[in-house]
């Protein structure tokens, strides 16, 4: 389906279910997609961070992709990570999501490698010419250790490289300044980028990045409420910033529930993704909350804490 | 003077005019003393980072302490910055600051060394004990090279060690955790720390800030054009979130004369500090527009560009 | 052919010519495979990042091995590198690679993810579990972000699951600790850990790796000057530490071609790739120098400089 | 007394003992400079972050050195640490120094700000020019976060700037380079920089840094046992590299005292203070194992730990 420029609203990261050897659990994920659109969600991006991307084979990314595409069956569109160290790598990737039908591609800065600036916008130019779908780029230092900086940004926006921004650097103030120059809250769609699309990735500040003219979200804690930041979506869209607030707040005490896997033990990334996993399971969406090796599962005890979380948040567990 | 509880506003910090051999100038100081309060300040922070306090010996903080001391005259609370590498070090100028007659504190976590979080607990539990003044945890990555966690301003919050936060890390989502774990942006008084002050030193998302529930802000640029952030504020403070917007957007274009000095030639402190003081000395509120050794000076293009962007954000230069 | 426990000696991280249009360019390869085997080195590492593997897709990371390893026609070992982000897309890399015929496996912890020692330390263990190959661990924190410590390596060398560390970490320290630990330097292959190899990758101070213990080393310079590496590594083994030193020294000034490319214009990893290449193309041991997209290539001028820099190290350009 | 140039040998980072309540231990400084001195150390190294300088007031850093230079009493050249965040506040700690008589001063580059290489280099030549008395630059990422690039150090070598570098970057392999440039292991005093001297502050690979050329040690670990640091150095000077090596594998081992105090618990910093002076204590050196506050104190297991370590290592405790 042909992207909205810009496009905007809730665009989930979506979780890949697995079962108990890692496989990917087909019939889960599906039940996710529909879990996602029934909230509401004005968009899908499959094989993110969120996705485990970084732990699926080549076969397993396919599988994947192909199971969101086949799930949303054109009700919303399904923008595909194409997350790999450089240029040739990311290509094949981009290629076969192209094959599989995706709507758009999600692509990061080089990782592993040292790249200079004039190097990543090469990689960008790059794999917009060799793949006919709009390109986003994933901003993102915490994964590829570099940050894309506002004027790079801005210049890949102008030339027509980028359809879009994917910001999870978690540096606002730098986002800010990149919405200005583009013109500005109000005025940027009349701007030098028009349709250029901004999207946080910052799940816990949704109000302010819409309040500072961001187009949408890309939230990893929408796979358990999507309604939620559908919600909040909204209420910014029409103006009622202190109900928008009001949501966020909910939605960053939920968001607690990342920390219910103790960090001693385990990565933060292992934390988080149980916790989304365990949710869903409880939830009844998905069959397991299996996380992909090596990450160290959520004990028993995390998951009841993750449990009482939901409930507090008013999303009582149904197992 | 009592410091009110919570402190709100816009509490700038104020820059130290030096004359060409990098002594304080304390007429201009205390003219932009008088600029600021005239801008309807809330309160003033001596001392901290944007006051190149890393470049002044003992006797000159001494000097640029009191100076701002006499000039507020008790009209706005001033607080001021302890910038030290540990606490017996800190402890020094602490015992100055409250001789001479400074309304509260603000300290950094240990630099230069590495400190464990419980170390840096103890290092502010006991300056709150050893000097009898109202203390705020100054959390300032950039300089310190570590995070105050949430969880630990929290616990320093609760048991009455800290009055407050002043939060230069950048990291919106641990400070909205903050916020709601203490009882979010509407019940956070009533909370658990009722009067705890949560200022951002983030001066390009002050409107999100606030929205998320922050008391007010510490903005660098706020030494150049005072009154719109305190305009800013009053906005936010009134539930008019389009109109906090549009006055935070026209600051970022505004602020964006902070890389009039190129970078490839002088520090970013260097630029940004340069470029302030060009402002303030092109506004006539100081004498020159001197930083500091060993910064580089803006070279007179540099300086023109910033008095172009003051011009373009509708402040010309008088000179 | 079974893979001498030690590994000792001089292995260098074999580069991969490419043609005009970045395809692998068999032939040169196989001709440097010659080269460096000629030079008396004692294995060869296939697909290490000297490689430029974070920039091949799956299909050329296959032609290299199988053609380094039909070149090398078993007269050394040849240990393949298994780079990609986790555990699932390592396997993948490791099961084609033990299908080629590769005498070991060399991996890095997990990157772009953020992960936990533990389960670094199940990702090493499932490898070894997975394929039977003696399986090296590739720290090299520049490129993956985090350093594998002394004692978790000490606990995979004691178990058995690794059977050496090719470290690139720069840290002599804690190299030198971990070989104290597993015995010392004269006792080491009587210790814990009997047949454990250490390599260093650390090109510039290879006589220190030796003195203090280490069995070989892993040079991307030794691509460009292999007797060199070898004479060095005789001398130690000699105990002709002067000698050792002296050689070391001239490799030192050797190495100072990654200079030649502008820092302001290209990432270090592209000048420091492209002078490798710059310079075996100058030798006339691989037909072109061109590394790998996105990076950018060595101008004209640049190349030029290295080769003068092999003519002042008494290595004369053959074109 | 004048400096030699080169400065060579072995010039531990002293100490200073404290009493229980954060005073500095007087009498205990002045035998631990007697037991360095009867260790035939070949300098001290007074106010070095070994010292907890960070940790001290202006006051006590002032009674530390003059301590030292007393009980030295010109029978080793003393250095003087001048660690403070810029310029002007370095300039106040250097007049001091050089009014109790230091013989040379060692300063690191600016923190807590950020700094460009630029203004680095007129750091430390305003230094040199401001106070009559050889300056050693003081490479300590770790502590300062950035580091001093080869060419810089080159550049204020060659000039005159600096006598010397201590290099505590860890970075073995810049040293080396910079080694090289200025003429090489055996030919650098006879180069373009020829009275300049290099140590380095890496007390686990000393035996590496005189075989590539470095003029001596300040070792951490030699405040416990400098006669053994002088063995190693005499070794290396000698050309006996298998003795050298064998001395700093024991000193390796040594060295896992720092290990004592629990990681989970405390600061590295304060775990390796401690342990240095819970073994100086337990020698009968000084009085107490006290390390400056906010540092957590080694609990007494770990002092035990520290006591059997020493008992291995041949230094029975007498208490």
Redesign the interface.
């Known amino acids: 389906m042909a992207l909205p420029a810009p496009l905007h609203g809730v665009i989930p990261p979506v979780c890949t279910p697995l079962g108990p050897r890692?496989e990917i659990d087909t019939a889960s994920l599906a039940r996710l997609v529909d879990h996602l659109i029934d909230g509401g969600v004005h968009g899908l991006f499959a094989l993110g961070?969120t996705s485990e991307v970084?732990?699926?084979?080549?076969a397993?990314r396919g599988t994947a992709l192909e199971t969101v595409l086949k799930a949303a069956d054109g009700r919303v569109p399904v923008l595909a990570g194409v997350?790999d160290?450089?240029?040739?790598?990311v290509?094949?990737h981009a290629r076969t999501a192209a094959a599989l039908g995706a709507d758009a591609l999600v692509a990061t800065a080089?990782?592993?490698?040292?790249?200079?600036p004039?190097?990543?916008a090469?990689?960008f130019r790059?794999l917009r010419t060799a793949v006919d779908l709009p390109l986003f780029a994933y901003d993102i230092p915490?994964?590829?250790?570099s940050k894309l900086s506002p004027s790079l940004v801005r210049e890949l926006a102008e030339d027509g490289t980028l359809a879009g921004l994917k910001d999870s650097s978690?540096?606002?103030?730098s986002l800010?300044?990149l919405i200005?120059e583009l013109g500005?809250?109000t005025a940027r769609h009349t701007g030098p980028a028009p349709g250029f699309t901004v999207l946080t990735g910052?799940?816990?500040?949704v109000?302010?990045?819409l309040?500072?003219?961001a187009d949408g979200v890309v939230p990893g804690l929408g796979n358990v409420d999507p309604a939620a930041y559908v919600r909040l979506y909204d209420a910014g869209r029409s103006?009622d910033?202190?109900q928008a607030?009001a949501e966020?707040?909910r939605l960053?005490?939920l968001?607690?529930m990342v920390d219910a896997g103790p960090e001693?033990?385990?990565?933060?990334?292992?934390s988080a993704l149980g916790a989304f996993k365990a949710a869903l399971h409880l939830l009844g969406v998905i069959d397991g909350g299996t996380t992909?090796?090596?990450?160290?599962p959520l004990s028993e005890e995390a998951a009841a804490e993750v449990g009482r979380r939901l409930s507090a948040a008013g999303l009582p567990p149904v197992r």
């Open positions: 890692g961070s970084a732990y699926l084979t080549d397993q997350i160290t450089t240029t040739p790598r290509l094949d080089p990782f592993y490698t040292r790249t200079h004039r190097e990543i090469a990689h790059h915490v994964a590829v250790h978690g540096d606002e103030g800010r300044r200005v500005g809250r910052s799940e816990l500040t109000d302010a990045a309040l500072a003219g103006g910033w202190e607030a966020q707040e960053v005490g968001f607690s001693a033990e385990m990565g933060r990334s292992s992909a090796f090596p990450q160290r």
